[in-house]
């Protein structure tokens, strides 16, 4: 337990101290006086509700000092990095009104369900990753580059992994294929999310390597299935392509890092998963003011105290 004010509970104390010397004082000369009358056995001071309000202004000069215990408590907390796929493929209409708008949809009602205590940011990837807002707890912002995202390009998730991952450190991350994969730190904390149809034209840096780095890093992938497995066509540059969700490449780059993949071929069903995402908690310890609790317990005293007066001498006052 600490206390906020501990002057206040020194100067109750020295106060409380030299009331009951001052009433043990007193009982005793009126004891001496009755036991010398007659009338009183001596050794009985008769203090025993007093006692009982001495220790009740105790209590009230503890709760007075501002008391509070540090309890454990859990929420969500940390860095989320919201990896959204704006390729040409995004375009397609499997998913009314458009794979783009109902990621959009999703991805504005799970900032909307995070606490102020969750950094959001969002990378934009196609064949690349551009970072559209920085993490942050003013998630207006993240809502707001969300809202602008446009269709454009082709895909690659390895790299939209490294520039998340670039995001979360604050640094930027080079991976070389092949290569060892890089020490980047810890960053339990971190969690990526990535919505996309999950095709992957592979330039740049590949997603198993992307998804190595991210698991040594201890950051988890959760990956949402935008699409369905009987894809259609799209328009690109006067081109009709074939378009469709690939769940084996999104499962295995969630459970790779510890994360879990979430499919969904409605837009109503986007909108659920995105929203019930759980991010890790984390423990946290924070004060609980106990000053209310020790203020009950210094009335009780006081009252019982007064009680026992009332019984004992059978006067109000």
Known sequence: MSLSDPLFLAVGLLLTTALAWAMITAARRRQRALAGAGIAAPGRTGLGGSWLAIGGLVVLAIAVAGPSASVPVTHAAGTVIMDMDVSGSMGATDVAPSRLAAEQKAALSFIKAQPSSVDIGVIAFEQGGLTAALPSSDHTAAASAVSHLKVGGGTSLGAAIIAALSTITRTTISVRTGGPVPNIGYWPSATIVMFSDGQDEGEGTDAATAVAVAEK???????????TPAGTT?????????TALDPDTLTAIAQATGGSYHPASTASQLDGIASGLDLRLTVAREPLPLAGAFTILALILLAAGGVHAILRTGRVI
Do not use: N, S
Not at 234 to 242: N, P, S
């Open 217 to 227: 890093a201890g950051v988890h992938i959760d990956t949402v299935g935008v699409g």
């Open 234 to 242: 799209v328009d690109v540059d006067g081109y009709h392509l074939f």
